[in-house]
């Protein structure tokens, strides 16, 4: 019924004058994230009417081919078909899955270090690294403060399963 698509959808502004839209809550995906999407969506969509072509996208991004955490998100963007706000928002999420599930925490611990899965953990050096590939100034403390936020322990190492909590919580998505 509408309770279900009004826990799996939220309502974000286009910007200005463009309206809003409804998008896939993604566990993870943020307002700024979704609105930092927006900003990128519209970098493409030169003539405003709300459509772009995800192998334009892809072709921007294949620079990021040495940088696996990046590229298995545009990958597969290869349609020339134009596609709306809300089906590029998918097509860049889908390829998470649905980190509520255990497959799917997997999938975004493994983007987190690609070993974490095996390990069953990740720490703040794994936090760090990828933040340095993501262009993102972080110091020490700050990734202390969001390991033992997000339930790391002693050891300043999250678990799985608390990694996969932390996702479901931040995101407010069913299941948190």
């Known amino acids: 019924g509408s309770t279900a698509s009004n826990t799996t959808r939220r309502r974000t502004s286009l910007g ?22 927006r900003d990128i969506f519209g970098l493409f969509d030169g003539d405003g009417e709300g459509r ?12 990021m081919r040495d940088h696996p955490e990046i ?11 134009p596609v709306d706000f809300e089906t590029f928002i998918a097509m860049l999420t889908d390829t998470l899955g649905d980190p509520s599930s255990k497959d799917g925490a997997e999938r975004m611990f493994t983007l ?10 990740v720490d703040a050096e794994d936090l760090r690294r990828l933040h340095e590939e993501l262009g993102i100034a972080v110091d020490e403390d ?22 996969r909590s932390a996702l479901v919580a931040a995101s407010g998505a069913p299941g948190a």
Do not use: T, Y
Request: proline share 5%; with cysteine.
């Open 16 to 37: 200005g004058e463009r309206g809003e839209v409804d998008v896939p809550i993604r566990v993870g995906l943020c307002e700024p994230q979704v609105q930092a999407l």
């Open 52 to 63: 772009i072509a995800p192998a334009d996208v892809r072709a921007a991004m294949e620079g």
């Open 71 to 81: 590229w298995r998100f545009v990958s597969e963007m290869d349609s020339e078909e």
């Open 112 to 121: 987190v270090a690609q070993d974490a899965a095996a390990r069953g953990f």
């Open 142 to 163: 700050e990734l202390e403060k969001l390991l033992e936020s997000a339930g790391a322990d002693s050891n300043g190492r999250l678990p799985m399963e608390e990694f």
